[in-house]
DNA sequence: CTGGACCGACAACCACCGGTTGTCAATGCG
DNA sequence: CGCATTGACAACCGGTGGTTGTCGGTCCAG
């Protein structure tokens, strides 16, 4: 049972309202939480602060001897914590490039309260990135940890925080441009079509596992550039079937997209950072991330990723 | 993950000591909670506030930004806090006997703004006052807490606050009336005199152990009954040097003071307090009373006190 | 008088927070 | 090399502080 200062603030804000429904909606608390944090805050405090009926909440004199200090006290802190808010260096973080999934997520994240300054590249690739990291030009990269340089470096750790379905990415007036979903064995006599992943090396054999799982025909095309360049490189295919992540924003180009599934084929994303000594905003980055998902069990016919993305990379 | 005042208080002990072991020790905590809360604090700023090595601990840039604001907000939270305090219940302390240091420290920690309210209780030994400590009938303790019955109580935690020096108080007609310093040594013939301290083993076990170690014979006249009464006790003395704290007030009445030097006599005044929750106003007076004396080394030329007491109680 | 609206608080529930203990890794020193 | 010191990681778990559901008291209109 203490003092905190959110009981002075949930006090000075309720000691304005003189109504606790109202303060309550501005702390973003239900009223019988506030209620309850009044009591605790009276509790500690050894006094009561409001006199109130079921229709009425008024200071008592202790409670109005204390109102300006409780105001003064979490005016004092706030400065406090503005003064250091404000002066932080950004997070550098790879997000690989800015088709995929990792922007979004970066971006969601480094959005909520309180907001991450953030500083981005995209290396294409971790063989790109992770040398960086390990060199602290960068706090953290996105990527895929597995069909990278053995041994993984004992000094960066990663965690799982994505698996993105991919679809198929079809012109409009394709054989399979009309299909509500497609399985992979659907795509065995069309073959795949994807950018080049270059220096991706990580990418490269996420494609040749996929494709040598379900006897796919692989074509790389020339690497894309941006998401129009990638939608461009999808329309020219006659025959073979574009795959990207379903996050692609195929409106009004002519590429029609149609989910797979049975199972989904899925692109795991993983985070990678120096285990030693994080700076927080790449904490806070993590933790905002989450867990991550579960990976799909080896024979879940709902759910694919290559069996070497089962095994951990960092023993 | 949020801001509170608790985050502020451990990061400015923290910075005050640069010595996470020590600063938790200050705020009640493990080395290991503290290390947590400022992690979480600098997680919640977004920022850094102590560079750390397993030898060091240093403010960065953002860290002494920050200090002197996170004082202001513990300080005026605290001014909050005490504001309506004061209509409070007392602390209830025990000072052992009014003859003694406690007595004076706690008028000293307690009249400091903002004044605590005090209560006194002299049960003249800590035989005494852990089972009222232990039964919620008093907050505080001051006392001796090495030969006191083991094992210590796991919910009470102790604090080295003082080491008093014991000089000999003779007769102003005294073979040694006349020294400007003793040794203890110098005492072996005559041997030397106290009350006897009836209930507080303790400081039977203190005595018995210092008469040990220098080979001085000891006497226990009778019980104490105020400083008026001591001194008309030390006066009786015809061979026998009475040992008492230097703080004893002999004008005017006779009796002669003479330190004891080489090493110096220490009494070891512990305060003792029930760890979980303790009233702020506890919380108040434990900062008060600071971190208290080092203890002499045992080869220690110029300061004393029993082996004993150099190890803890608490484990 | 009755029913409905308003308001703060009680009760049950539970995710998670923040402490503890145990242990580890890094560092310095004799 | 062995030992001591120091901050941090890991596992654990009691309890904190929020939520939803509900209650009791009060006021007012029909």
New interface residues.
Partial sequence: ??????G?RAFAVAAEELHFGRAAVRLHLSQQALSKRIRRLEDA???R?FERTTRSVELTA?GR??LP??V??V???D???D???T???PLRVDVYDERFTPLRMLREASAAE?P?RVELSMRQGLSAALPALRRGEIDAAFGRVHDTPRPWPAELACRLVRLEPLDAFVPADHLLAGREALRPADLREHGIAVPDPAGAEEWRGYLTRLCERFGLPLRFTEPAIGQGHLVELFLREKAAVGLGERSIDAGGSGLRRVPIVEPEILMPWWIVWRRRDP???L??LL?RLGRGPRLPAPADPLRWVPDTDRHPVDA
Same sequence: chains 1, 2.
């Avoid at 049972?1 to 959110?6: L, T």
């Fill in positions: 049972m203490d003092v905190d200062i959110h002075l405090l050894g006094t602060l202790a001897r204390f200090r409780a003064d006290a005016a004092a802190f400065r406090a914590v003064s250091v808010r002066g932080g260096e309180p991450l700076p927080p905003p904490r806070t933790r």
